[in-house]
């Protein structure tokens, strides 16, 4: 069965295809990603995976009608079914006024280069890798005696690439990669329990904070919270701890997203 690479020149013989079918405008997006994660608990590797993953969606419109669809298998008689059904799918969606895509004028011209991708770091091994999900794990046990316990630290890492194409004539590209690890300790004293997290996340692999300055972190976070009491039921300022504050804000984003908007979502 004849497979394809995930390319712009793909892209655009797709919307031709769509084009050839009655569609009036549509757009592809191709995505590919290489990803590993490793977790590990009280110095022992539990889980690790790595794998590998293509996706393909198609967005036709005919008139103000559209619909959309996408696949895993990029082999050529999969393109074409799925092309099929998404015209067929919007040949009888109910029309909307404010569909359609952006305008030829409105596209971008000239794509910064965000530096987005670590090629190096694809070097980095396996085994470098459970390394530092174990002295993340170790950096937080051998901080403070009163860390007992662990529900484990993670490892994991991803290169992927996207790419956009338009029946406007715009097909574009770009590449990233993400690297984390993180440890969620557990620290007890007089038969009080309490268990915190902390992490590193970068784009690039040496920008990562280092594993043993991770755990110390997490350690801290877990031992301010031995000893902690109830308060009365009161009315005072509140002061959001960094990670709280920043859940709080995605929340609000989300409310206010477009998509949010366009369905009047509540939250």
């Known amino acids: 069965m004849e497979r394809f690479e995930l390319s712009q020149e793909l892209g ?63 082999s050529r008689k999969s393109i074409e079914k799925l092309v099929d059904d998404t015209a067929r799918m919007a040949r009888v969606t109910a029309q909307d006024p404010h569909g359609g895509l952006p305008e030829a004028a409105d596209l971008a011209r000239e794509l910064p280069q965000l530096d987005l991708l670590d090629e190096p770091a694809r070097a980095v091994s396996v085994d470098e890798k459970i390394q530092i999900a174990l002295d993340t794990e170790n950096g937080a046990l051998t901080y403070d005696a009163r860390i007992t316990n662990s529900e484990g630290a993670e490892f994991s890492n991803q290169f992927g690439r996207v790419i956009y194409g338009s029946s406007h004539g715009f097909a574009r590209e770009y590449a990233g ?10 620290a007890s004293q007089n038969g009080s329990m309490q268990r915190d997290y902390w992490y590193s996340s970068n784009r690039k692999f040496r ?61």
């Open 177 to 186: 990669s993400t690297f984390g690890y993180s440890v969620s300790p557990v």
């Open 12 to 74: 655009r013989e797709i919307l031709d295809t769509a084009k050839a079918k009655g569609a009036s405008q549509g757009d592809v997006v191709m995505a590919e990603s290489d990803s590993f994660f490793v977790t590990v608990r009280m110095g022992e590797v539990e889980k690790i995976s790595q794998a590998g993953e293509k996706r393909l969606g198609v967005r036709l419109f005919f008139g103000n009608s559209s619909a959309s669809a996408s696949t895993s298998d990029i």
């Open 207 to 267: 920008k990562l904070e280092s594993p043993k300055s991770v755990g110390a972190r997490a350690a801290q976070r877990v031992l301010r919270r031995l000893g902690a009491r109830k308060v009365k039921t009161c009315e005072v300022p509140i002061v959001f701890d960094p990670e709280m504050a920043a859940s709080l804000i995605r929340n609000l984003s989300s409310a206010l997203s477009g998509y949010a908007l366009y369905k009047a979502l509540r939250f």
